[in-house]
C-alpha cells in the first residue's frame, strides 16, 4: 500500500513557476512508476506526465511538454512536478499517482490546487 500527500500549489501569475511535491510512504517507493494528473470542474482528469521507477524516463503530454518537468528523489521518497512558464489554462487541481498491482494508477494523492492569475 503506498500514501501519496501533494504539497507546492498555490496562486502564481502567469509566466511564473511552482513545484509541486508527492510525498510517498511506503519501503516499495522505488519500485513505482509515477504520474502526475490535473483536472478542472469543466474537463475529465488529464494526464500530465509521468517518470518510471528508476527515474531514468519521462514522457510528458504536449500541452506541458518543454514547460514542466517530473523528477523523484528516492532518498526522499518524493517526486516533484516543476512547472515553469504556467498559463491560465494550467489552473487545475493536481494529483499524483503510482502505478500499482493493478498495472493502472491504483494510488492516489488527494490534490493540491494551482491557480494561474492573466
Known amino acids: 500500500q503506498v500514501q501519496l500527500v501533494e504539497s507546492g500549489g498555490g496562486l502564481v501569475q502567469a509566466g511564473g513557476s511552482l513545484r509541486l511535491s508527492c510525498a510517498a510512504s511506503?519501503?516499495?517507493?522505488?519500485?513505482?512508476?509515477m504520474g502526475w494528473f490535473r483536472q478542472t470542474p469543466e474537463k475529465e482528469r488529464e494526464f500530465v506526465g509521468d517518470?518510471?521507477?528508476?527515474?531514468?524516463?519521462?514522457y510528458y503530454a504536449v500541452a506541458v511538454k518543454g514547460r514542466f518537468t517530473i523528477s523523484r528523489d528516492t532518498a526522499k521518497n518524493t517526486v516533484y512536478l516543476q512547472m515553469n512558464s504556467l498559463k491560465p489554462e494550467d489552473t487545475a487541481v493536481y494529483y499524483c499517482?503510482?502505478?500499482?498491482?493493478?498495472?493502472?494508477?491504483?494510488?492516489w494523492g488527494q490534490g493540491t490546487q494551482v491557480t494561474v492569475s492573466s
Open positions: 517518470i518510471s521507477w528508476n527515474g531514468v524516463t519521462t
Open positions: 499517482a503510482a502505478i500499482g498491482p493493478s498495472g493502472g494508477y491504483d494510488y
Open positions: 511506503g519501503h516499495t517507493f522505488s519500485r513505482y512508476d
